[in-house]
């Protein structure tokens, strides 16, 4: 795999400091037509009550300019709903809900524009039989319609399509539960010719235990075979459902991030990321480590997202010291990797919110807290927002094949290698011609911690004999 290094801080980061006693959490952000950003914060009481959201505009620069208030008794606050933009509106954000009311099923939907005002309400009776049950999930499909998963009771589901302004388009048949769902992913589409979906649920098996799976469906919504993800090469899958996303790539492939562990005790975790075709095939993965610990939370609940230039980015935690540190890859359709960047690291760190920006930066939004006794007292929103820098289309090479970074550099340098290019050997002169370190290439980095201060040649043998050689600086 192509290796970068961190890059320089290409964005821009926002809070909200919730400490008022409250319990704040952020589920989405959204990219506005005027190019800032919407950010819904739903604010709880200690006793876990709803009392409305704020809803917060910010710059890409990362300054909240404009807020107003949504109290809940006027939303009914769920939130496993979408906030999307609207479509076919370019000054229209919709924030939409589903809730039960003498035992109704309601579709609710709040048009604001991008000055944060409520221009349009819709609250209508949703045109099925029986209710939706308290444990569903709600997806945009590629008709930009709302799909409905739904469970009627504890041995059936089924899925119900809702335009934007409330009218019911589809209701399938019941579909029987397979064993005891513990929970369930949103939807991707795993091919558009045919339109296949695929779904992510957890089951407890009675003999097996909870079981992860992805469920193929067509586009009437029928089952059409469930899929079992048990192990990644000699590595376990943490069965922790959240943190596994699919997404769509091309015609060829789709994508799953999973959470991995080793199978013996003190464990060390991994995330993987996993490339399939259309058969559930492997066509490649990713590995990347995430160290010993005694939790499974190395991606993040919304991990991954895919831009139309063929890039795709991971967003996972790296444990620092008592911190999980917001870190996102960079990698291209072939899982190479483009680029890394590492934000910032709080006691405990989750997001909801993950938007590809028009410009093909990125968008992060979700809470955070630094203790686990005052999670009241110390809850807090953020929003991340990532400018376009960190392409593909930026990196290129000069006369030399491969790129040195940082230079200079304090600890690590990373070498990147132009593509059908190989390495055997990298070799550190002192400026008066001394060997100072030779390395077999084996990976994409050197360590230069050990080397004093000063100004080095590194010459590099490529795989074909020639050679070519780079000025560095320590640090």
């Known amino acids: 795999m192509l290796a970068l290094v961190v890059s ?26 005027d190019g800032n950003f919407l950010v819904d914060d739903d604010v ?4 876990g009550n709803d009392i409305g959201m704020n809803l917060f505009k910010i710059t890409p620069e990362g300054v909240a300019i404009d807020s107003s208030f949504i109290p809940g008794s006027m939303f009914r606050i769920h939130g496993g709903c979408p906030k999307l933009r609207n479509p076919f509106d370019d000054n229209s954000n919709i924030l939409t809900t589903f809730y039960r009311q003498d035992d109704v099923s309601h579709f609710k939907a709040l048009y604001i524009n991008d000055n944060l005002e409520i221009v349009n309400e819709i609250d209508t009776e949703l045109d099925i039989s029986g209710t939706i049950g308290t444990d569903f999930r709600a997806f945009i499909n590629h008709n930009n319609d709302i799909v409905i998963h739904g469970c009627d009771s504890d041995t059936t589901e089924r899925f119900i399509v809702v335009g934007l302004d409330g009218t019911t388009k589809f209701v399938s048949q019941p579909v029987r539960r397979m064993f005891e769902e513990v929970a369930q992913r949103p939807f991707f589409i795993i091919s558009k010719n045919p339109l296949r979906y695929g779904f992510i649920t957890c089951s407890r098996h009675p003999s097996y235990g909870d079981i992860t799976y992805i469920e193929e469906y067509d586009e009437m919504f029928n089952r059409i075979a469930r899929h079992p993800l ?11 459902y959240g943190h596994i996303n699919g997404k769509y790539l091309n015609d060829d492939s789709f994508i799953v991030t999973i959470p991995a562990h080793e199978t013996s005790y003190p464990y060390k975790y991994y995330n993987f990321i996993i490339k399939f075709n259309h058969d559930f095939q492997v066509v490649e993965q990713f590995q990347f480590a995430y160290g010993n610990c005694d ?12 831009t139309d230039d063929g890039r795709i980015y ?6 620092q010291q008592y911190k999980l540190e917001l870190t ?39 809470w955070l807290y630094e203790s686990d006794s005052q999670f009241y007292q110390s809850s807090k929103i953020y929003a991340v927002i990532f400018d376009e820098k960190l392409s593909a289309s930026e990196i290129s090479f000069s006369g030399n094949p491969f790129i040195c970074h940082p230079n200079p550099a304090k600890d690590v340098i990373s070498i990147s290698f132009a593509e059908n290019s190989g390495c055997n050997s990298i070799a550190i002169y002192s400026i008066d011609g001394r060997l100072v370190k030779l390395q077999n290439f084996n990976s994409g980095t050197i360590d230069v911690s050990g080397l004093s201060s000063g100004v080095y040649v590194m010459k590099v043998r490529m795989a074909d004999g020639s050679e070519f050689t780079e000025r560095i600086v320590k640090e």
């Open 314 to 319: 991971i967003v996972w935690t790296a444990r």
């Open 44 to 47: 709880f009481d200690e006793n």
């Open 295 to 306: 939790v499974a939370m190395p991606l993040m609940p919304h991990n991954i997202a895919v």
């Open 328 to 366: 996102v890859e960079y990698l291209d359709f072939d899982l190479n990797v483009l680029d890394e960047v590492v934000c910032f690291g709080y006691r405990a760190l989750l997001n909801y919110g993950l938007v590809v920006r028009s410009n093909g930066g990125l968008a992060i939004s979700g």
């Open 230 to 240: 048990y192990r990644v090469g000699q590595y376990d899958h943490v069965r922790y």
């Open 8 to 33: 320089a801080q290409n964005y821009n980061v926002w809070n909200h400091d919730g400490t008022d006693g409250h319990s704040h959490q952020c589920y989405s952000i959204i990219e506005m037509s």
